[in-house]
């Protein structure tokens, strides 16, 4: 077959983001809500702030906007992970970054699919956190071994992705007949099942060593656990969502409120209790609250340098807090945060010059205006200086441990608090997936570089 016959993985991915959105919104009704909401506060930053505006219009950001979702689902075999791998690949989707969430009692650890090069990502910004349970984990050996038993009895993908999967790789891709059948098929393996897979006492022995637990191996498959739309103005839809009929968390996850926003702010809606029938009930007489509703702000990815110094801060102010943030201590919490984060500078050209922030750079009017003048500047500060060059943050793509550890731990409830002797194992969460986790600092480094040789091309200079 041609391969101009094939559809793009990233036009795929668009179209499965779309898919899943609206299947999300018919089984999650609060999501509408949610949805209705980050478009009028988006709206309003929009056109009370158009500095944003135009940043958002220079970097290519604004017509991802409204694509934007994140997803988030947790699997409970080497064999499941290793076949979303293959699943995602065929939207262009590979794993980035490693995260390990037991330090903060929560028993898997975790990559991002996402699409790595920002043309595609112009496309489709998609990702979805997904998250492997360790069973290692479950110091209950029985339940561990019940545990494996019935995770290895599940199949969570139709026969026929497993066949629009084999197919897209052998060939190359897929046409558009089965592109649409690889998305329908696909959104399968996300749904919700009201059907447990265990009985009502298999289900509570699981959810005393940990709901997550529960969630993972209770179940026919991964249902989506989040659908996250990207806002502008995180603290603001904090403040209007009981106004929408939204309980939010107590404390938004990530930085502090800034100027210049940096790395991500999460915050989320209580879980939803939903009907269950279990392996020993004739009609749902139970119930499961795993899911619930997310929003996320993004705002410039760190270097490694910026990253050690927004790690210094977070940590500085959490000793200081000497708890986990929750409701009681969540006013105590932003003070602390504040006062740590002025040691972060909140402006972009000083975020660049002191090597803490990533950026993409742009070739201006002037600039092109200026290629054959023999006076003209050619170094990178003076090409900035000069107006001749633009540059602008490059967003980040990727999640941070501590944000999702308490995302989870604020929806599973403080019962659900656990610890974990286990170290990090990113070797055996890659032997799992079949290949190794990409750098996420690698790829914003090389975001970067090649901005820089395409400015210096369109400049005729030899590098920058």
Same mark, same amino acid.
């Given at each position: 077959?041609? &391969?101009?016959?094939? @559809?793009?993985?990233?036009?795929?991915?668009?179209?499965?983001?779309?898919?899943?959105?609206?299947?999300?919104?018919?089984?999650?009704p609060?999501?509408?809500?949610?949805?209705?909401?980050?478009?009028?506060?988006?709206?309003?930053?929009?056109?009370?702030?158009?500095?944003?505006?135009?940043?958002?219009?220079?970097?290519?950001? #604004?017509?991802?906007?409204?694509?934007?979702?994140?997803?988030?689902i947790?699997?409970?075999?080497?064999?499941?992970l290793?076949?979303l791998?293959?699943?995602? %690949?065929v939207?262009?989707?590979?794993?980035?970054?490693?995260?390990?969430?037991?330090?903060?009692?929560?028993?898997? $650890?975790s990559?991002?699919f996402?699409?790595? $090069?920002e043309?595609?990502?112009?496309?489709?910004?998609?990702?979805?956190?997904?998250?492997?349970?360790?069973?290692e984990?479950?110091?209950?050996?029985? +339940?561990? /071994?019940?545990?494996?038993?019935v #995770?290895?009895?599940?199949?969570?993908f139709?026969?026929?992705?497993?066949e629009?999967?084999?197919?897209?790789?052998?060939?190359?891709?897929?046409?558009?007949?089965?592109?649409?059948?690889?998305?329908?098929?696909?959104?399968?393996?996300?749904?919700?099942?009201?059907?447990?897979? @265990?009985?009502?006492?298999?289900?509570?022995?699981?959810?005393?060593?940990?709901r997550?637990?529960a969630?993972?191996?209770?179940?026919k498959?991964?249902?989506?656990?989040?659908?996250?739309?990207?806002?502008?103005?995180?603290?603001?839809?904090?403040?209007?969502m009981?106004?929408?009929?939204?309980?939010?968390?107590?404390?938004?996850? !990530?930085?502090?409120?800034?100027?210049?926003?940096?790395?991500?702010?999460q915050?989320?809606?209580?879980?939803?209790?939903?009907?269950?029938?279990?392996?020993?009930?004739?009609?749902?007489?139970?119930?499961?609250?795993?899911?619930?509703?997310?929003?996320?702000?993004? !705002?410039a990815?760190?270097?490694?340098?910026?990253?050690a110094?927004?790690?210094?801060?977070?940590?500085?102010?959490?000793?200081?807090?000497?708890?986990?943030?929750?409701?009681?201590?969540?006013?105590?919490?932003?003070?602390?945060?504040?006062?740590h984060?002025?040691?972060?500078?909140?402006?972009?050209?000083?975020m660049?010059?002191? !090597?803490?922030?990533?950026?993409?750079?742009? @070739?201006?009017?002037?600039? +092109?205006?200026?290629? &054959?003048?023999?006076?003209?500047?050619?170094? +990178?500060?003076? #090409?900035?200086?000069? !107006?001749? +060059?633009?540059? *602008?943050?490059l967003?980040?793509?990727?999640?941070?441990?501590?944000?999702?550890?308490?995302?989870?731990?604020s929806?599973?409830?403080?019962?659900s608090?656990s610890?974990? %002797?286990?170290?990090?194992n990113? =070797?055996?969460f890659?032997?799992?997936?079949?290949?190794?986790?990409?750098? *996420?600092l690698?790829?914003?480094?090389?975001t970067? =570089? /090649?901005? #820089?040789? =395409?400015?210096?091309d369109?400049?005729?200079?030899?590098?920058l």
């Amino acid at each position: 077959m041609s &391969h101009q016959h094939f @559809v793009s993985p990233d036009l795929i991915r668009q179209g499965f983001s779309r898919a899943m959105s609206d299947m999300y919104r018919e089984e999650v009704p609060l999501y509408g809500a949610l949805m209705a909401l980050v478009t009028q506060v988006n709206a309003q930053v929009l056109e009370q702030q158009p500095a944003i505006a135009r940043h958002l219009q220079h970097s290519g950001e #604004l017509q991802r906007l409204d694509l934007e979702r994140h997803g988030a689902i947790r699997v409970g075999s080497a064999a499941e992970l290793a076949t979303l791998a293959r699943l995602f %690949a065929v939207m262009g989707m590979q794993p980035v970054g490693y995260y390990d969430l037991t330090p903060a009692g929560v028993p898997v $650890h975790s990559t991002a699919f996402r699409a790595v $090069h920002e043309e595609a990502l112009h496309v489709s910004p998609f990702r979805v956190f997904t998250s492997l349970l360790r069973l290692e984990l479950i110091d209950n050996l029985e +339940l561990r /071994r019940f545990a494996e038993q019935v #995770l290895a009895q599940r199949s969570i993908f139709t026969p026929k992705v497993l066949e629009l999967i084999e197919q897209a790789h052998a060939q190359g891709g897929l046409d558009e007949h089965d592109a649409q059948r690889f998305i329908q098929e696909a959104l399968e393996t996300f749904r919700w099942h009201h059907h447990a897979t @265990v009985t009502a006492a298999q289900y509570a022995s699981l959810s005393a060593q940990h709901r997550l637990i529960a969630d993972v191996v209770a179940f026919k498959g991964p249902h989506i656990n989040h659908l996250t739309p990207r806002t502008l103005d995180i603290d603001e839809v904090q403040r209007l969502m009981p106004e929408h009929g939204i309980t939010p968390k107590a404390v938004i996850e !990530g930085p502090p409120r800034r100027a210049c926003p940096i790395l991500l702010r999460q915050t989320s809606f209580k879980a939803l209790e939903e009907r269950v029938a279990f392996t020993d009930q004739d009609l749902p007489q139970g119930s499961h609250s795993a899911r619930f509703g997310e929003i996320e702000q993004r !705002g410039a990815a760190l270097t490694p340098k910026g990253r050690a110094l927004y790690d210094r801060l977070l940590n500085a102010a959490r000793d200081a807090l000497g708890d986990f943030p929750s409701e009681s201590n969540a006013q105590r919490y932003n003070q602390l945060m504040q006062a740590h984060f002025d040691e972060f500078p909140d402006n972009h050209d000083a975020m660049r010059e002191q !090597g803490l922030a990533y950026f993409r750079y742009f @070739v201006s009017d002037a600039g +092109l205006a200026a290629r &054959h003048q023999p006076q003209r500047p050619t170094t +990178l500060s003076a #090409l900035l200086a000069a !107006g001749h +060059l633009r540059a *602008e943050p490059l967003v980040y793509e990727d999640f941070l441990p501590v944000s999702a550890a308490g995302i989870f731990q604020s929806n599973l409830g403080d019962d659900s608090q656990s610890h974990y %002797a286990a170290h990090s194992n990113r =070797q055996a969460f890659e032997t799992a997936l079949g290949r190794a986790t990409l750098d *996420e600092l690698q790829l914003y480094a090389q975001t970067q =570089q /090649r901005s #820089l040789e =395409q400015c210096a091309d369109s400049l005729g200079l030899p590098a920058l």
